[in-house]
C-alpha cells in the first residue's frame, strides 16, 4: 500500500512552454501533498504545501506564479511550471500523506529539461 | 528553527558488514518524529525507518536499526549485513508533531557504497 505515482516521469520542453506534473495517490486518500525540488547529489528542499481544497502554502523563494499547484482531489495534485526557462532543469518529487498519519509516502520523481 | 545535521557526505562498507550513518538535529520541540529515507539511484524516495520521539525504544527494521539519543539529539541508522542494493543516498529526517503542517525537514545526505 501507500503508492504514490507521478506522470510524466522525465520532460524535456523549450524554454518559454508550461509543463504539468502530476502526483497521485494511488491507494489512500491525501489530504496533504508536497512538493519537492532536487538538484543532483543534494537534499530535497521544498517548494510547497498542497492541501486539498485550498491555496497551496508556498515556501520562502519560491514563486507561487511561477509554480502554480493545485490540489483538485484527495488523490491528486498537479505542478505547472509556468514559462519555463532552463534554470527550472530539475529533479521534481512529490509526497503525499496518508489520513493523519505523520509518513510521507514519495513519488518517483520527474525530471524536467528546459532547452 | 529545526536543522538537521548528516555529517559524512559518502561512506563505503563491504558487503555484509555492518556500518552506521549519524544524523544530529536541533529542536526545542518535546514532540517530533524522526526518519530516514534512502535514495537508490533511481531516485525513488523509500522509507527505511522511523521513530517517534516519546518512545525510548530505538525503533527496528530487520537489518536496519537506530540509536536514538533524545537529550543528545542523535539519531544514528545502523544497517547490518550490507547487501549490494543498500548502495544509496541516505537521509535524516525530522518533523515537529502533528499538530503542524507535517513538512519535512531533510538532512543534506549521506552516500554510501555498498562493495563486493
Known amino acids: 500500500g501507500a503508492v504514490v505515482s507521478q506522470h510524466p516521469s522525465r520532460v524535456i520542453c523549450k524554454s518559454g512552454t508550461s509543463v504539468k506534473i502530476e502526483c497521485r495517490s494511488l491507494?489512500?486518500?491525501?489530504?496533504?501533498m508536497f512538493w519537492y525540488r532536487q538538484f543532483p547529489k543534494q537534499s530535497l528542499m521544498l517548494m510547497a504545501t498542497?492541501?486539498?481544497?485550498?491555496?497551496?502554502?508556498?515556501e520562502q523563494g519560491v514563486e507561487k506564479d511561477k509554480f502554480l499547484i493545485n490540489h483538485a482531489s484527495l488523490t491528486l495534485s498537479t505542478l505547472t511550471v509556468t514559462s519555463a526557462h532552463p534554470e527550472d532543469s530539475s529533479f521534481y518529487i512529490c509526497?503525499?500523506?496518508?489520513?493523519?498519519?505523520?509518513?510521507?509516502?514519495f513519488g518517483p520523481g520527474t525530471r524536467l529539461l528546459v532547452l | 528553527a529545526q536543522t538537521v545535521t548528516q555529517s559524512q557526505p559518502e561512506m563505503s562498507v563491504q558487503e555484509a558488514e555492518t556500518v552506521t550513518l549519524s544524523c544530529t538535529y536541533d529542536t526545542s520541540e518535546n514532540n517530533y518524529y524522526l526518519f530516514w529515507y534512502k535514495q537508490p539511484p533511481s531516485r525513488q524516495m523509500i522509507l527505511v525507518i522511523r521513530q517517534e520521539a516519546y518512545k525510548q525504544q530505538n525503533a527496528t527494521e530487520n537489518r536496519f536499526s537506530v540509536n536514538f539519543q533524545k537529550a543528545a539529539k542523535s539519531f544514528s541508522l545502523k544497517i547490518s549485513d550490507s547487501q549490494l542494493g543498500d548502495t544509496a543516498m541516505y537521509f535524516c529526517a525530522f518533523m515537529r508533531g502533528r499538530s503542524n503542517t507535517g513538512k519535512l525537514i531533510f538532512g543534506q545526505g549521506t552516500t554510501l557504497q555498498v562493495k563486493p
Open positions: 491507494d489512500f486518500q491525501a489530504t496533504t
Open positions: 498542497s492541501n486539498e481544497g485550498s491555496k497551496a502554502t508556498y
Open positions: 509526497s503525499a500523506v496518508q489520513g493523519a498519519g505523520e509518513t510521507q509516502y
